[in-house]
């Protein structure tokens, strides 16, 4: 085992997009496990949008400040134990930070299975997955023959979200940035159409025009993973009691001027849309059935994972800049070990 322990820190906030020097690498010595606690040693770091909101102030998590270990979750691997309960060889998914080893509170991590390949229990048996899974079927409530629109479509929760609306009788509409990403849903993740929002701009008016045409009688559901113009294009879209699933704000993440939303509560009162918002944690007691019912679809066939991983420790500043312009396909994570 390594004496020492790479770690990555936020060494100031960003004041606008994200780059690559707000970052520094720094080494400390190798973290030794509490009464209770357990040393993980980290396997794939997942990269998250969040990760940039977290820097802006407090979410459903605390606010990330100058001089901090960079915070994320990650499958690791137990290498030392001082927890019952858990043993050397288990994995688990944990907050470890951005560093090769952590040595963390035993209480509240869960022993995962081998799956093969391990990267999925950061894709579709992970957050990506349960999110999707969570959002659409509890709080979007699809009914066969509906149409459900998808922001992000190609990102990590976004292919999931199309997949499981497809199995459940819908008509998927995606919306993503560029051609390639929007050729790939359709021909790849069986998405019934896509809209380039980068095509029309990144202008509410004119994606609003490109969804029309792929949705001319609406949208029963949108799933809504980044705010923005494409939030507003499709609130002009939506049918009367249909359900926008709010589940992440990308547009707004990465320090760009607040965008002047034109939404009209109007639209929302005569039309009778429902807005729900949703953290996937507060679906934890239904978690295992979740996997069950995920893991059963992808054994089948009838769901494709795509996942994007990115090797090396010293990536990961990178890893998350290039997320952040709409580089992945999928569920990106960085593999250290
Ligand atoms: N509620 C929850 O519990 C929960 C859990 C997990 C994630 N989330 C949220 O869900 C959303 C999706 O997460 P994810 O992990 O699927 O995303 P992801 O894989 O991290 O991908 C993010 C994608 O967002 C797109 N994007 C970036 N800037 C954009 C902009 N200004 N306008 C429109 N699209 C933009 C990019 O794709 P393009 O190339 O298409 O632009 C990028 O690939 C995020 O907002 C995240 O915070 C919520």
New binding site residues.
Partial sequence: MASLNRQIILDRLPQGPLTADVFRLAESQMPAPGEGEVLLRTLYVS????AR?WMLGPT?RAALNAGDLMAGVALAEVIESRAPGLKKGDLVFAETGWQEYAAVPAKGLTVLPRVEPLSHLVSVYG??G???Y??LLKCGLPKSGETVAI?????????FVGQIARLKGCRTVG????PE?CGLLTRELGFDAAVD??AAG?DARAIHAALHAQAPDGVDIYFD??????MDACLFSMRPFGRIV?????????G?PPYRAMGVPGMIVTRRLTLK??????FNDERAAAIDELWGWVEAGKIAVRE?VVEGFENLPDALIG??????????MVKVA
């Fill in positions: 990269i998250d949008a969040a909101a459903y957050v990506p349960l999110t999707a969570f959002g922001s992000a479509a190609a990102g990590a929760v976004g292919i919306i993503a940035g560029g990403k929002y980068k990144n993973n980044t705010g923005g113009p494409v709010c589940c992440g704000a990308v547009s707004n993440y990465d760009r918002g949703f953290i996937v944690s507060d994007d997320l952040l312009a709409g580089e992945n396909v999928g569920k990106r």
